[in-house]
């Protein structure tokens, strides 16, 4: 069971990682221009297999900017949230080797970066948008599955499974990226994002399974916790970033 002093540090790590996205969020709000994607439908116009073109009709736009502030401010809630009204439910979860209020997080705010990620890809389909966000979310739950019903060094089964969920979101992004057909289209920083948050994804899932595997200091749970706390700021502020440099940045 970890000490009070331990779980003070880890408050104020949730503190700092709570302020660091509001702040990255504000800028982003502050500082972004007006740039966004349409999300469309495609609808039949025919019998299954015509030949006739599709009816295309654009749902809505989705402002960039404001997406890219939602995983900070949703990420900016849930670390507030643990560090002082739920700290003593967290702190309990904590010491059974669980962490229900991440899991929930991350179900919402990496779902959002994957949506973005697809459709700055240009995946713009109403559809495999929510089949990707699904997909995403479904991943998420199985690492929450893994902790809530497995100790370390007992079976990973879940973690496995979501490993198997979470690749497919890849690669379908992949597919408009480096498949036949795709021909480089996309402008650098796109490659940019699929490649940096490709990794960082995976590392997430690496830290999980050190954890389970108890391998060196993960057998510590809360280094994992640390752990997860900063790859999450850091994936967020890479995606956040390139996305505004590409696409959000005021012109000259």
Request: aromatic share 14%; net charge positive; with cysteine.
């Amino acid at each position: 069971m970890a000490t009070q002093p331990t779980f003070t540090k880890l408050q104020r790590l949730n503190l700092s990682a709570a302020l660091l996205h509001l702040a990255q969020g504000l800028f982003i709000i502050a500082l972004a221009n007006g740039f966004s994607l349409p999300v469309v439908a495609r609808y039949m116009a025919g019998p299954p297999g015509s030949t006739a073109p599709r009816q295309f009709h654009t749902l809505f736009n989705l402002s960039i900017a404001g997406a890219v502030a939602a995983f900070f401010f949703c990420s900016a809630i849930a670390h507030f949230l643990v560090a002082f009204p739920l700290r003593t439910k967290y702190e309990g979860h904590l010491n059974e080797h669980r962490d229900p209020y991440r899991w929930i997080e991350y179900s919402v705010s990496s779902s959002i970066m994957v949506l973005i990620i697809a459709l700055i890809t240009g995946i713009d389909d109403i559809a495999a948008l929510i089949a990707l966000v699904g997909v995403n979310a479904s991943m998420i739950g199985f690492g929450w599955i893994q902790e809530r019903y497995e100790a370390p060094g007992q079976s990973l089964m879940p973690f496995w499974l979501g490993c198997g969920a979470g690749i497919v979101p890849w690669l379908a992004i992949g597919v408009y990226l480096i498949a036949p057909g795709a021909n480089q289209h996309a402008p650098g920083f796109v490659y940019g994002i699929f490649v940096s948050l490709f990794i960082f994804f995976n590392c997430f899932a690496l830290v999980q399974y050190l954890q389970y595997a108890k391998v060196g200091k993960f057998k510590d749970y809360l280094v994992g916790e640390r752990t997860y706390l900063v790859l999450s700021l850091v994936a967020k502020s890479l995606l956040a970033w390139q996305v505004f440099a590409g696409t959000l940045a005021p012109a000259n």
